[in-house]
């Protein structure tokens, strides 16, 4: 596609729910990062992929947090057992190269995530 | 963690006039980005300045850097309905600054 998609756009979850999200970057991307951004606030870093290696999650909030990409391509952010605070905007983003401090990323539009 | 913070949190302005929008940091920095939000587009990658830069150009945007300072500034000359946005700097991919400043342009 021409861009970062994400999938779903809106997902309203009951807390305790398990819940997935979709990244599929641009196509040939390397790289590929999830962020956190809550109400009002800018993104914060969750988790970052090189190809299908997750070489850094340490902006995961906890072990409920689980983000694969097992074929280097589409990525899948899992949330178990979802909290009241687990409620923000998830952003994937995508970069065609390895220079992950320089090269510009590309960002899907989000999934807003509401845990009622 | 954010590590530093974007002012003015707000700006109010009429077409045609020019924003400026500052960022500080704590940390030193390799590179320092300039990101812009909005509900129609999502986060758009705007500049990047380099650590050895002091002052870099693209079209109406005109970012400076002041690394003694641990500041940078966004500049946006006459401005336009279209730049309704927030803007937010972030240094490297694991850190996005602050809350952003929030930027409305009058027509």
């Known amino acids: 596609g021409a861009g970062v998609s994400q999938s779903p756009r809106y997902k309203v979850a009951k807390r305790g729910q398990d819940v997935a999200l979709r990244c599929d970057p641009i196509?040939?991307?390397?790289?590929l990062f999830w962020y956190q951004q809550a109400l009002g606030q800018g993104p914060e870093f969750l988790t970052y992929?090189?190809?299908?290696?997750?070489?850094?999650k340490s902006g995961l909030p906890s072990d409920r947090f689980f983000a694969e990409r097992p074929e280097g391509s589409v990525s899948t952010l899992k949330i178990q057992r979802t909290q009241q605070e687990d409620s923000a905007v998830y952003l994937c983003?995508?970069?065609?190269?390895?220079?992950?401090?320089?090269?510009?990323?590309?960002f899907g539009p989000g999934t807003r995530l509401t845990v009622l | 963690s954010q590590q530093g913070e974007e002012d003015p949190q707000a700006l109010s302005i009429q077409e045609g006039e020019n924003a400026t929008m500052n960022c500080s940091y704590k940390?030193?920095?390799?590179?320092l980005q300039w990101y812009r939000q909005n509900s129609g587009r999502g986060l758009v990658h705007l500049i990047l300045?380099?650590?050895?830069?002091r002052e870099k150009h693209s079209g109406r945007l005109r970012v400076t850097l002041d690394t003694s300072k641990k500041s940078s500034s966004l500049l946006i000359t006459a401005s336009r309905a279209a730049d309704t946005a927030s803007y937010f700097c972030?240094?490297?991919?694991?850190?996005?600054f602050g809350a952003g400043t929030r930027l409305f342009v009058k027509a």
């Open positions: 300045i380099r650590s050895n830069e």
């Open positions: 983003a995508s970069t065609s190269g390895l220079a992950i401090d320089t090269d510009t990323q590309y």
């Open positions: 940390t030193s920095i390799n590179n």
């Open positions: 972030a240094r490297g991919f694991k850190t996005i």
């Open positions: 196509s040939g991307h390397v790289s």
């Open positions: 992929f090189q190809n299908e290696a997750q070489l850094d």
